[in-house]
């Protein structure tokens, strides 16, 4: 494959410029995942979905992708989103809410939120990360990047805590641009500030608190960690000192990725990431998202309305990650009807007798395809890579009988938007589906993913999600087994 320039608009610098990987044609890709105390909205899902097209295209021009997304389970406080620590624990606010009445502890309701997320993710056709690590199992390497940071002088203990001192990090605000005393005092100026900090601006890197439903031992007592530091500490645990690329919402720019600069730079003395991207906010017909409004909008209430995951995938995709994008249940509906095209298309190659893919040099959609390639190639600009996608729908479609070498255009047409966009069919199966479908066999492929996933977890040390994957493959029939060669499975 020829040599491609995949171009994202970075934040940091400000410009629209390639990405360029530290290792050549392996990017290592870290995004900040859920904090895991209610359901995830569609607008949350508008960040992921960004991320799998990264991971996709990436994946087009033959690069291989280390992925990592975590889950925040502990230490995100409800003002942290303004500047540093004040507040509570979400995870514990959410406990004490209405809703947090049916659980048990605090453990219990981060993992139902965080099963109904990854279940939502799988809905929406996102590839698995190669890891998914969670903050409550990062706690030893969060402990040693503290007292690092403090053996170094970027770190000072106090009656309540630990805090990085952004004054002994030169470049705190290169990303958000909030660099000068006055911008930063603006930047905080909601928080109720912490008599015991040297400058309000520092941020927690662990708070004492031996009365927190979550705490762990620490040289400093019991307490729990901030939610910047345990970002920091994942992304390099599983992808080095420094990474290729890093996403997140907008809303993410400042404090938190800033913080993880400060704190990762001051430990290393490496950079930390050379790209950032980050995504726009969602509304939702044309307001915020609000429960009062009537237009919040999570996965699974869209699926019980009856509109089918690849449409609400479709739809959220289709503007640009960095323009405003309004989604509206009529959008939705519109990408319902693409997907039913797609669909067609699908029936029409089965009539054809399924052949294999294959398409000449020259072919109206092989040109459609680089069309779309070039487009997400370009920032990420899906609604050219839709447009053509459509266009490529009506080539196949205006054929009344599609046969031959038409059949296996149209098959290798469709094969490669969807490794590109994940909007044709989907990437998992349920396997609880398939076998009540009274069907002998259960896909191979659908077998593979499933296996995939389980590593995925076993990997990021998700012992619970890996067992319940197995658990429902032998349900199914399944029997894996771990080999030295890697996992084999057969049919019982």
């Not at 007798?353 to 487009?375: M, Q, V």
Request: proline share 4%; glycine share 6%; with cysteine.
């Amino acid at each position: 494959m020829a040599e491609r320039t995949f171009r994202l608009y970075d934040t940091l610098s400000r410009t629209v410029k390639p990405l360029v990987t530290v290792e050549p044609d392996h990017l290592r890709f870290y995004c900040c995942g859920p904090t895991v105390y209610s359901y995830a909205h569609i607008g949350n899902f508008r960040t992921f979905l960004t991320s799998d097209l990264i991971v996709r295209t990436a994946q087009a021009i033959g690069w291989r992708v280390s992925y990592v997304s975590n889950i925040t389970d502990v230490g995100h406080l409800t003002q942290d989103d303004v500047a540093d620590a004040a507040g509570d624990d979400k995870m514990a606010k959410a406990l004490a809410s209405k809703e947090g009445e049916q659980f048990a502890n605090v453990w219990d309701l981060a993992r139902h939120y965080s099963d109904i997320f990854e279940d939502a993710w799988r809905q929406l056709n996102l590839q698995a990360p190669t890891v998914r690590p969670r903050a409550t199992e990062h706690m030893r390497e969060q402990i040693i990047a503290v007292e690092d940071l403090i053996r170094k002088g970027n770190a000072y203990e106090t009656p309540t805590g630990v805090y990085f001192s952004v004054d002994s990090f030169a470049d705190y605000g290169k990303l958000s641009g909030n660099r000068d005393r006055e911008n930063l005092q603006v930047a905080v100026r909601d928080v109720v500030q912490d008599d015991n900090k040297r400058n309000p601006a520092d941020f927690a890197l662990w708070k004492k608190d031996d009365k927190h439903l979550m705490q762990w031992f620490s040289p400093w007592g019991w307490g729990f960690p901030g939610w910047h530091i345990e970002c920091s500490v994942m992304a390099q645990k599983y992808l080095g000192d420094t990474i290729d690329l890093h996403g997140g919402g907008e809303d993410l720019k400042f404090p938190h990725h800033e913080c993880e600069i400060a704190q990762s730079e001051a430990g290393t003395g490496k950079p930390f990431c050379n790209h950032w991207i980050h995504v726009t906010f969602l509304q939702a017909e044309g307001e915020k998202m609000s429960k009062s409004k009537g237009n919040f909008y999570t996965v699974p209430d869209l699926l019980e309305q009856g509109y089918s995951a690849l449409a609400i995938r479709m739809a959220l995709i289709s503007v640009p990650y960095a323009k405003p994008h309004n989604f509206t249940l009529q959008t939705l509906r519109d990408c319902q009807g693409h997907i039913e095209r797609f669909q067609e298309c699908d029936r029409r190659i089965a009539a054809a007798g399924s052949p294999e893919p294959a398409i000449s040099e020259g072919h109206e959609l092989a040109g459609l395809y680089e069309e779309a390639l070039e487009a997400m190639l370009n920032d990420l600009n899906t609604s050219v890579a839709l447009a053509k996608t459509l266009e490529g729908v009506k080539v196949i479609l205006r054929q009344t009988t599609l046969a031959g070498d038409e059949a296996a255009a149209a098959v290798w047409f469709l094969d490669k938007v969807n490794h590109l966009l994940g909007i044709v069919r989907p990437l998992y199966v349920s396997l609880a589906e398939e076998a009540a479908s009274g069907s002998d066999e259960i896909d191979g492929k659908a077998i593979d993913a499933w296996i995939e996933e389980r590593q995925a977890a076993k990997k990021g040390k998700d012992f619970a999600k890996a067992d319940a994957i197995r658990d429902k493959l032998i349900a199914a029939g399944v029997e894996l087994r771990d080999t030295p060669q890697g996992v084999e499975w057969i049919r019982r």
